[in-house]
């Protein structure tokens, strides 16, 4: 089975499990029904996206951070609080479905405590947080600005409608 094949059937299965879209409207199928969310993993590794989508489906990891440069340098939009989006495993299978619950945007140095926390990772010290996300942006980042600590992350929060 393709990657494409596996996200449409855990898609289909998804959506009849959270009644995404119990009844079709009168002039066909509702859009949802048609394209999946789209479809990413965390961390910039395999073993990461594995060991984070850990955190996620035990219920330890309900927010996440990325910096807005990637955003911009990637032409994506950033989340919006009621969107959905598929969460691969490190092996690119889809494990889970997300709904984002709430975005921030602040700078790098600006982000708090319960932020960390919510992270779910280490110790969920903001120290910590502040120590690998600093690391992690400098290694995986997709633009070409560098780090800053004034640098605007967009802190997202979600929760799991359905896990597979």
Request: glycine fraction near 12%.
């Given at each position: 089975m393709t990657d494409a094949e596996d996200i449409d059937l855990f898609w289909a299965a998804a959506r009849h499990q959270t009644?995404?879209?119990?009844?079709?409207?009168?002039?066909?199928?509702?859009?949802?029904?048609?394209?999946?969310?789209?479809?990413?993993?965390?961390?910039?590794?395999?073993?990461q996206a594995d060991e984070l989508l850990?955190?996620?489906?035990?219920?330890?990891?309900?927010?996440t951070a990325s910096a807005l440069w990637d955003y911009e340098h990637d032409d994506e939009p950033i989340p919006r609080v009621g969107d959905l989006s598929i969460v691969?495993?490190?092996?690119?299978?889809?494990?889970?479905?997300?709904?984002?619950?709430?975005?921030?945007?602040?700078?790098?140095?600006?982000?708090d405590a319960e932020h960390a926390d919510l992270e779910g990772e280490g110790d969920r010290t903001l120290d910590y947080w502040r120590e690998c996300h600093e690391q992690f942006f400098r290694?995986?980042?997709?633009?070409?600005r560098g780090f800053s600590p004034t640098m605007p992350v967009v802190l997202e929060r979600f929760?799991?409608?359905y896990p597979r």
């Open positions: 009644r995404t879209n119990p009844v079709p409207g009168y002039l066909g199928s509702y859009a949802g029904d048609a394209v999946a969310p789209p479809a990413w993993s965390f961390g910039g590794s395999p073993e850990g955190l996620v489906l035990d219920g330890t990891k309900t927010a691969l495993d490190g092996a690119d299978h889809p494990r889970g479905l997300l709904e984002t619950t709430h975005v921030d945007v602040v700078p790098f140095d600006q982000v290694t995986h980042a997709s633009h070409t929760r799991v409608l």
